[in-house]
């Protein structure tokens, strides 16, 4: 079993920035993918990004060039800088860790973007 802690949301006005952190239990980064998930009220849970064991990454379009994901292995945690907030960036914002049929989240943490 892995445990996902996220933690580093909150409001903020547009334009601004946000850093979210995911602790993962144990060092799993050399064969899960870790990505961040973010549902908004009423829609589906869609990915945001994406890191996989050999540190290659993707975004969704609709966040490229203003997110970036990242991962600092010796401290098990996966970060997502997101800057240039809008107001449609607004969501629970869920860390995922998957290898093949294994599937683990975080319990998710809010992101308001309202001026």
């Known amino acids: 079993q892995v445990q996902l802690v996220e933690s580093g949301g909150g409001l903020v006005q547009p334009g601004e920035s946000l850093r979210l952190s995911c602790v993962a239990s144990?060092?799993?980064?050399?064969?899960?993918?870790m990505a961040w998930y973010r549902q908004a009220p009423g829609k589906q849970r869609d990915l945001v990004a994406r890191?996989?064991?050999?540190?290659?990454?993707n975004y969704a379009d609709s966040v490229k060039g203003r997110f970036t994901i990242s991962r600092d292995i010796p401290k098990n945690t996966v970060y997502l800088q997101m800057n240039s907030l809008k107001p449609e960036d607004t969501a629970v914002y869920y860390c995922?860790?998957?290898?093949?049929?294994?599937?683990?989240w975080g319990q998710g943490t809010q992101v308001t973007v309202s001026s």
């Open positions: 995922n860790a998957a290898f093949f049929s294994r599937n683990f």
């Open positions: 144990s060092n799993i980064f050399n064969i899960y993918a």
């Open positions: 890191i996989n064991s050999g540190g290659s990454t």
